[in-house]
Nanobody
Framework: QVQLVESGGGLVQPGGSLTLSCAAS????????MRWYRQAPGKERELVAG??????????NYADSVKGRFTISRDNAKNTVYLQMNSLKPEDTAVYYC????????????????WGKGTLVTVSS
């Protein structure tokens, strides 16, 4: 069955860095778009970053709040998607979720949504 397992969360000071990983199994990873979402206490889940790939190109997007600080990437050989987070702020504190869904290079997402259980990132001094 489909599994998405996030790791790499933890406590970090403001200005620090963390790298989240999401290991995928149970589906053809290279054929799926991958996204990171987050949900802060008392707030709705929001999209952080997404990556859609072909053998020749990537389509990547970021929420305005993380542009220039976060980088999404994927390793299809390892069935893993990453989120490199730099210059972390207290407002980045949230549970971060990995999401897989079919997508076109035109940016249309379709079909079943698959979710991991999340990993907690806490940014605090």
């Amino acid at each position: 069955q489909v599994q998405l397992v996030e790791s790499g969360g933890g406590l970090v000071q403001p200005g620090g860095s963390l790298t989240l990983s999401c290991a995928a199994s149970g589906f053809t990873f290279s054929s799926y778009g991958m996204r990171w979402y987050r949900q802060a206490p008392g707030k709705e889940r929001e999209l952080v970053a997404g990556i859609i790939s072909t053998s020749a190109d990537n389509r990547i997007n970021y929420a305005d709040s993380v542009k220039g600080r976060f980088t999404i990437s994927r390793d299809n050989a390892k069935n893993t998607v990453y989120l490199q987070m730099n210059s972390l702020k207290p407002e980045d504190t949230a549970v971060y979720y990995c999401n897989a869904r079919r997508a076109t290079m035109g940016g249309a997402w379709y079909g079943m949504d698959y979710w991991g259980k999340g990993t907690l990132v806490t940014v605090s001094s």
